[in-house]
């Protein structure tokens, strides 16, 4: 009974950050409601602060950890998906990351429901800094370590993976694999369209950006690039189930045939190669909602804005280091970044390295809005690639404006639905920019 108290505290903790993420501020209920006797307690329902629903998500958090378990059996199956000690702490650790971030800490801002009105930011670095490294800490314990194979942490093939913290799983199926396999392959239907701006965001193997007008690197793309390009997506000319894709115009996979990618570009990450849909095999599925590799951004992050690109402090581990270990472990190899980097220098390295790690694991989107740079990222105009294969087998690869997006500033939060604002008399405040 303690376990599963603790178990539904984590719970109310992870839907009540989802809410936060989106809204701000929303109505802390910690009470069980009657529909009849605490009607006159819901109309009069108001908004708490976003600091103060930060707390309370902290203190469930902190709670809960105090009664999980730090690991269950591999072997009973029924435990697989439940909260542990690590999931707890981990979500501790991302809510205030989020809370230290730009968008709850703007200098002008009075307005309580949307972020902090006071000037104490540098202490919630600080405080994000220690939540992940608790995380960390945990590494023996549970125990935690970095997988060896960045692909095969999405392909659900053993019992047990060390990197994966908090995961849904799911029953064997092949119904992801049919929505997204490559049209040209049995039964595919393409479904997701990696864009052109997240293919230049891997690195050249060496370290350094990918550029369009460099000769070399245009001429030949995909070549020595981040390990991860290739693991998160399916390219021109590369294997896939055996076969050469064949992205280019008037290629079986290429633009202008039905259901063909629209962008030049297809989902590899989560998808299982091994099926063959014609005779409906399936594997299992996992959701990962924590893996060890945020934490370690997270605390480069968090780190690098509260002390810089190599201090130590009482961790022992800087924000140089902890980025360094994500992208020079095994399986990935990236050169590391040099320590001769600066804090403004680090923080975009930090920000593109959870770009390409975290691709497709739900990151990019909320990332993006807690650093306020939505203008130049989701408000970008979204890019593709024009392929076309020359007489002498080679390919020409001509990057091009696919569709324009627009981003304004109200977007960094959700609206308040009116339905909510009705319930309560108007109790609930709107958004900013909403009305």
């Not at 008399?425 to 958004?431: A, F, R």
């Amino acid at each position: 009974m303690k376990m599963w108290r603790a178990e539904a505290q984590f719970l109310l903790a992870f839907y009540y950050f989802e809410l936060v993420k989106r809204y701000g501020g929303v109505p802390i209920v910690n009470r069980k409601l009657n529909i009849v006797s605490d009607n006159d307690y819901m109309l009069s329902l108001k908004r708490n602060s976003f600091e103060e629903c930060v707390n309370y998500i902290v203190r469930l958090c902190d709670s809960s950890a105090m009664a999980l378990p730090l690991k269950f059996s591999d072997i009973a199956n029924a435990d697989w998906g439940r909260p542990t000690v690590g999931a707890a702490l981990a979500l501790k650790a991302r809510i205030l990351t989020y809370a230290a971030s730009d968008l709850y800490n703007q200098a002008s801002n009075k307005n309580s429901l949307i972020g902090y009105v006071d000037n104490n930011r540098l202490d919630r670095w600080k405080k994000a800094a220690s939540a992940n490294k608790a995380v960390l800490d945990l590494m023996p314990l549970a125990p935690y370590s970095l997988n060896t194979s960045y692909s095969a942490l999405f392909q659900l093939k053993t019992l047990r993976n060390n990197e994966v913290i908090f995961e849904r799983r799911y029953p064997a199926s092949n119904t992801f694999e049919t929505l997204n396999y490559p049209i040209g392959y049995q039964t595919g239907k393409t479904g997701t369209c990696p864009t052109q701006n997240l293919v230049d965001a891997h690195e050249m193997k060496t370290g350094v950006p990918f550029d369009w007008n460099n000769p070399v690197h245009a001429a030949d793309p995909y070549a020595n690039r981040d390990p991860r390009l290739l693991m998160n997506i399916i390219v021109n000319n590369s294997i896939w189930k055996g076969t050469n894709v064949q992205l280019w115009e008037g290629g079986v996979n290429g633009k202008f045939l039905f259901r063909a990618s629209k962008t030049g570009y297809y989902l590899k990450k989560y998808v299982d190669e091994t099926l063959n849909l014609a005779t409906g095999q399936t594997s299992a599925k996992q959701w990962i909602y924590f893996r060890l590799t945020e934490n370690y951004l997270n605390y480069a992050e968090a780190m690098n804005e509260a002390y810089g690109p190599s201090v130590l402090d009482t961790f022992k581990i800087s924000a140089l280091q902890a980025v360094n270990t994500i992208r020079t472990r095994t399986g990935v190899a990236m050169p590391a970044i040099p320590a001769t980097v600066s804090q403004v220098q680090l923080r975009e390295r930090i920000r593109n390295e959870r770009r390409v790690e975290l691709a497709f694991e739900d990151h990019r989107f909320w990332d993006v809005r807690r650093w306020m740079i939505g203008p130049s990222t989701l408000g970008a105009t979204i890019q593709g690639v024009t392929i076309t294969k020359l007489p002498t087998g080679a390919f020409k690869y001509v990057p091009y404006d696919l569709e324009k997006r627009l981003f304004t500033d109200k977007m960094y939060l959700y609206p308040i639905p009116q339905s909510e604002i009705i319930k309560t008399n108007g109790n609930i405040q709107q958004n900013p920019g909403w009305n």
